[in-house]
């Protein structure tokens, strides 16, 4: 068995590699780059060794050095970074040292998806149209796409996660997909070559687990159903995979299987399928475990990092095909650092946890966490399981509810939604169903969430305004109750303007509504030191002037102005960036007249590119340059009345 591990990953899947050695009784080292140094996986290891910033993950020499300079006999990759980087796990085995994965020869031929197709395809694998040599030469990939045909789907060669990955359904949107797509891959896995290959429409993603050893042997465990992804990125994974005929499920088993033989596959590694009715088609095979291998481990009660590290050691697979079975539903939901009522923006900052559900949870820290901007925003993964998939969505739905958090914004609020959608108890949804809902018109009210959260903070239990639960009463004492209209105010809510109306108050509680047409009343109440928005817990931490509010499972932050007049404003001419990040490209310059709409520039954070538009037409005088580092709010362009003298 394996001694001693090098852990050359980070966050919670270092975490759960970790797990596993504890229990084995394996050594383990681990990596860290500043902004990792309080992660809780370290604690166990018997050394850490320091990375050069975010991308020393990436860096295949420090890497290896750090395995043999601390007397390791072994690799993980994990999963990201370098896991299916075939020159990784080339100089892993040159080191002398085991890399827990299969050959750098299988991965090459793998994580190129254009050889994966072909090897597939020569496997009797059903593949769909596509190209069949990956390249960063964008003329040769246009010239490709006319074969493929439209619609088709834009693949980083080297990657996962979907990263890069873009659908295009014209000849005029496809030069810009793969501008981005390469910039994106580049950053991500330092591999800018990209794959074509067509599109298909209301499809369901599919992937199988399968397992081999250096003995001949492969087998699957099951199904995982993991179509429930955002711009290709998944959210919600559940396993078995629901709603398919057993006929088709079976024949989905053995394609899988008969990949994994024709590679003479060793390790642990995943198959994906697009399936459409009673078809189905091989897309990509991942050389590595998974983000959702979780759902798996709950049905099937193997741990499957333990099988990772036993074969990778030279044993036969624990288990027979025969002899691994499967019982009950799990579902997974994966805790990104985004705000879903703002478009998604990624939401870095510092995460403080207060109450974690009682269920299986992937972490790296317990309850405070600095989220950066140079790392991928998934936070924590919640796992439910359940007798049944009805009891497992119930109870991934309670876990979204029951955490509580303050400081940045989340997805669960949005996820919560999503599981309790007829659609997905229904097992109708397909791969663009997340895509294809606005969560604003669908689940919140961008006023209402600003008012839940005002509301929230002025019902805090200190003094705030005088308003707040906290005030003395003869602060209001000018205050008429039976008004129903005291007055407005006028604050900031993520830094913007944001006016209320007071319409009413009965000590603890506190009646607002938006100035803007909408929400309606919304009633907050101090109860000890819990507080409601009407049905919905809130969670209030003052931090000076400003209140970090997290309610409707997103995080706002409230300042206190004064009092205001209500009247109409003119439309902002600054054109802030939402989010801090770096400016990769400019669409228009100095002197630009714009209209509204139109696409002014493009900000990366968190590995995702974010486009910011104009909001009114005008003048544009630019104040950011390419390549620039940028903070929240930071102005990056001024729209002028074409009107304005210059």
Request: proline share 5%; aromatic share 6%.
């Amino acid at each position: 068995m394996i001694s001693t591990l090098l852990i050359a990953n980070r966050g919670e899947v270092a975490a759960r590699i970790a797990r596993t050695c504890d229990r084995l009784g394996i050594d383990y080292v681990t990596v860290s780059a500043d902004e990792d140094r309080d992660l809780t996986y370290h604690d166990g290891a018997v050394a850490t060794v320091r990375l050069a910033g975010a991308s020393g993950h990436l860096d295949a020499a420090a890497l290896v050095r750090a395995a043999t300079e601390t007397g390791c006999d072994a690799v993980h990759p994990g999963y990201g970074f370098l896991s299916e980087n075939a020159g990784f796990a080339r100089a892993v085995r040159s080191a002398g040292l085991v890399f827990v994965g299969p050959s750098s020869r299988v991965i090459e031929t793998m994580a190129d998806k254009a050889s994966a197709l072909t090897v597939m395809a020569d496997a009797g694998v059903p593949v769909l149209p596509g190209t069949r040599q990956a390249t960063d030469d964008l003329e040769v990939l246009v010239r490709a796409a006319a074969d493929v045909g439209y619609p088709l789907i834009v693949k980083p060669a080297g990657g996962g996660g979907g990263k890069g990955m873009s659908v295009v359904r014209t000849r005029d949107e496809l030069r810009a997909s793969l501008a981005s797509a390469t910039r994106t891959a580049t950053a991500a896995f330092a591999d800018g070559r990209l794959h074509l290959e067509r599109y298909v429409e209301h499809a369901r993603h599919i992937e199988v687990q399968v397992f081999g050893d250096e003995f001949g042997s492969a087998v699957h465990l099951f199904d995982r159903d993991c179509s429930l992804q955002r711009r290709h990125q998944k959210v919600i994974e559940e396993a078995p995979a629901p709603r398919i005929p057993e006929a088709t499920r079976h024949a989905i088993f053995e394609a899988a299987v008969r990949g994994a033989q024709a590679l003479n596959y060793v390790g642990a590694g995943t198959f994906e399928f697009l399936l459409v009715g009673d078809e189905f088609f091989f897309i990509e095979m991942n050389t590595r475990l998974q983000v959702e291998h979780t759902v798996t481990e709950e049905i099937t009660g193997i741990d499957l990092v333990e099988w990772q590290l036993r074969v990778a050691a030279g044993e036969p697979l624990p288990a027979t095909q025969e002899q691994i079975t499967y019982h009950g539903a799990a579902v997974q939901v994966r805790m990104y650092a985004e705000d879903p009522f703002r478009s998604f923006l990624p939401c870095p900052g510092d995460l403080e946890v207060t109450r974690w559900p009682e269920l299986r949870i992937e972490r790296a820290f317990t309850r405070r966490l600095t989220v950066t901007g140079g790392f991928d925003p998934m936070i924590a993964k919640l796992v439910a399981t359940g007798a049944n998939r009805d009891a497992a969505l119930a109870a991934a739905r309670a876990a979204c509810a029951e955490l509580r958090w303050t400081g940045i914004s989340t997805n669960l609020g949005f996820a919560a939604h999503v599981l309790a959608s007829p659609v997905l108890a229904a097992a109708e949804h397909d791969t663009a169903y997340l895509d294809r809902i606005d969560p604003l018109a669908e689940f919140a009210d961008p006023d209402l969430l600003s008012a839940l959260a005002v509301a929230a903070a002025l019902s805090a239990p200190d003094r705030a305004t005088p308003w707040s639960a906290g005030a003395p009463a003869g602060d209001r004492a000018w205050l008429d109750p039976a008004d129903h209209d005291l007055g407005g105010i006028d604050l900031s809510v993520d830094g913007r303007p944001f006016t209320v109306r007071i319409s009413g108050y009965d000590g603890p509680a506190v009646r607002v509504r938006a100035a803007t047409a909408g929400p309606g009343v919304v009633c907050a109440r101090t109860t000890g030191d819990t507080i409601a928005v009407g049905s919905t817990p809130a969670v209030v931490r003052r931090l000076g002037e400003t209140w970090a509010v997290q309610v409707a499972g997103v995080s706002r932050d409230v300042r206190y102005a004064e009092y205001r007049s209500f009247g109409s404003t003119a439309a902002d001419p600054e054109i802030r960036s939402p989010m801090p990040g770096t400016v990769v490209r400019l669409h228009v310059e100095t002197g630009t007249a714009v209209e509204k709409g139109q696409l002014l520039g493009v900000v990366e954070a968190m590995k995702m590119e974010h486009e910011l538009t104009a909001t009114h037409p005008g003048i544009v005088t630019v104040t950011a340059t390419e390549g620039a580092v940028i903070t929240t709010d930071q102005p990056l362009f001024l729209i002028e009345d074409r009107s304005t003298p210059r």
